[in-house]
């Protein structure tokens, strides 16, 4: 025992730490040497086995640098961008440039360059970066801990900038930039942005998220070809108007801030596409927001509109919008265009009316509401392809549903519906139901569909469905073989089933051996007759005493109707069978 423990420590040593390192327990020897010396004296096979393993693994370059390799080291290749062919390097090893500075003379002529420094070595980039790389038009940096740049980096012909994921505080000189057109300083501790950001005048995309940014420079609107301007994730309250002249601008996203309000302005940017506004304080959107033709994909997830706002009836390209998390009761007007909804975790009672005349939708997420059911009129998004209404107080569905001849996915989870419309047995296309958590489900039918999904559901569904078909069958041939004479039609009789008659009035439905009465309030001779009699079965035979009283018998046992207004014998005995006539005997005379 004491031995398999001691091979099961040095297994977990063997696979918890790197090859080429030594042993945390101070031994001088190289762990993987200790390994295949323990697999050749005839250790387990599971130390063989890990032995082999870690034998196969080849040291990476992701944690020494000790030495340097100059082939793994840096990178030269060519790529084509806009029909040009580029000369690029990719360095992984800052240490490279700084013992070989041969190295620069073969970087003297790239024009994208592109640093990693897992280790951290530099906290700020060195001046000759920029200096001897005098045809640079790209320049990426990420995942450092560099804080600041060389003013020589921001020069003329530098047209993108890439410095994400890392610790950068400031971008001062960067107006000397003036070719930039791309510029990436996500997820670094910027405060703010230099106020002579707006001299960049061929920016077409700014990405600042992910920083502590309070606002925008009041030159902001002057970066006329913007197209793309990222600033969410950071602590903006509010966005400057003259936003409204970026008219170039298709891409907008300001999630993740402070926000209560959107600016006026933002109606006059024709061109905008795509709006993102999650996680802020919105609970309206601006007047005219319908002017916005070519917007396709609206973002208001988490936010506190209490409804879906009326201007988004009107918008001719609005094909997805998601407003998660809010607190929205009702859809006040439909969106035609509209192809993607996400209403999650809000407050609907029920699927709103308005939400069923999207006839173009495709996708619809409802879950985690308070909908009780689901309308008929469900069966009017025949594009419906995804449904999804988990988590809601759901306790039946509709047979409707088959009208959704798209539908491919279905979600019921954690509803409270008992079980399926056989309409789900004719829908071809569904390929992914998912009913699991509801406690209410049928039992064998959740047992089918734990064990082989939709295929066996639909299989238990129809022996189910099988089973109900024979049962209803032989009841139904049941209840005939119990049908007696006096339950038989004839001209002259009624169905002693049935309290109707072919005439108003109807009083009394009597019942005796051979025969079925009608009877009403004329007749005279009516005896209403007491519980126990009108309980009475009828008898199975007539004595000689009661053979000729079968019309007080059928009178006695009458139920009375109350509603009666006429009392007539509007019913008639069926005439009594007479007796075969004796042949006579005849004398006839001799011949």
């Known amino acids: 025992m004491a031995f398999k423990k001691s091979l099961s420590k040095k297994t ?25 010396k323990i697999a050749s004296k005839g250790g387990s096979l599971r130390m063989r086995v890990m032995s082999a ?65 897992p280790e951290g070595i530099l906290t700020s980039i060195p001046k000759h970066y920029a200096t001897n ?26 047209k993108t900038l890439s410095l994400e994921r890392n610790q950068i505080n400031s971008l001062d000189g960067i107006e000397k930039a003036v070719d930039l ?83 006026n302005g933002l109606v006059n940017l024709p061109n905008l596409e795509d709006l993102q506004a999650q996680v802020n304080q919105l609970e309206k959107l601006p007047n005219g927001f319908g002017q916005l033709t070519k917007l396709s994909s609206l973002n208001l997830r988490k936010n506190r509109f209490t409804e879906v706002p009326p201007q988004l009836s009107g918008m001719i390209s609005l094909h997805t919008l998601n407003m998660k998390d809010n607190n929205i009761r ?10 993607t909804l996400i209403l999650d975790s809000n407050n609907l009672e029920e699927i709103p009316e308005e939400l069923v005349k999207c006839s173009n939708l495709q996708m619809a997420s409802l879950q985690d509401n308070r909908i009780v059911t689901i309308p008929a009129e469900i069966g009017n998004l025949s594009s419906l392809r995804v449904l999804h209404l ?13 009208a959704l001849g798209q539908l491919r996915h279905l979600s019921l989870r954690a509803t409270q519906i008992k079980t399926l419309p056989n309409a789900i047995l004719a829908m071809s296309e569904l390929v992914k139901l998912d009913v699991t958590e509801c406690p209410r489900f049928d039992q064998d039918l959740a047992l089918a569909y734990e064990n082989g999904g939709l295929a066996q559901l639909r299989e238990e569904m129809c022996r189910q469905n099988d089973r109900a078909t024979t049962t209803t069958t032989e009841t139904v041939q049941g209840n005939s073989e119990t049908t ?88 008639r005995e069926r005439p009594p069978i007479q007796p075969k006539p004796k042949p006579r005997k005849v004398d006839l005379p001799d011949t």
């Open 484 to 571: 007696t004479d006096y339950q038989r039609r004839s001209p002259n009789t009624v169905d002693s089933s049935s309290t109707e008659a072919p005439n108003s009035g109807v009083a009394i439905v009597t019942k005796s051996k051979h025969k079925t009465m009608l009877w009403t309030e004329q007749d005279c001779n009516f005896i209403r007759p007491t519980e126990d009699e009108a309980d009475e079965p009828p008898q199975s035979h007539q004595t000689p005493e009661n053979k000729n009283s079968g019309d007080n018998e059928s009178r006695n046992e009458g139920v009375a109707i109350d509603d009666c207004s006429t009392r007539a014998k509007i019913g």
């Open 330 to 339: 009702a859809f006040p007007s439909a969106i035609p265009t509209l192809k």
């Open 133 to 158: 790389m005098q045809h640079l038009e790209s320049f990426s940096i990420t995942w450092t801990r560099v804080k600041s740049l060389p003013v020589e980096l921001f020069r003329q012909g530098l």
């Open 12 to 36: 977990k040593r063997l696979t918890s730490v790197e090859p080429g390192t030594r042993d945390p327990d101070g031994d001088t020897n190289d762990l993987l040497l200790r390994g295949q």
């Open 181 to 263: 057109s791309n510029l990436d300083v996500s997820s670094n501790l910027l405060k703010e942005l230099p106020k002579t950001l707006g001299q960049l005048q061929n920016l077409t995309t700014l990405k600042i998220s992910g920083n502590a940014v309070a606002e925008l420079p009041a030159n902001f609107g002057s970066l006329n070809r913007l197209s793309t301007l990222d600033c969410s994730c950071n602590r903006l309250s509010v966005l400057p108007n003259c936003i409204c002249n970026l008219t170039e601008l298709k891409s907008l996203d300001v999630g993740n801030n402070s926000l209560s309000e959107l600016p």
């Open 53 to 117: 393993i870690v034998g196969n693994t080849q040291p990476t370059r992701s944690k020494l640098f000790s030495t340097v390799q100059a082939d793994s080291d840096c990178k030269l290749f060519s790529t084509t961008v806009d029909n040009e062919s580029k000369l690029c390097a990719k360095v992984f090893n800052p240490l490279l440039l700084e013992k070989n500075p041969n190295m620069w003379n073969s970087l003297a002529s790239v024009q994208r360059f592109e640093l990693e420094d």
């Open 390 to 402: 988990s988590r809601n107080q759901i306790d039946e569905v509709p047979e409707d549903i088959g």
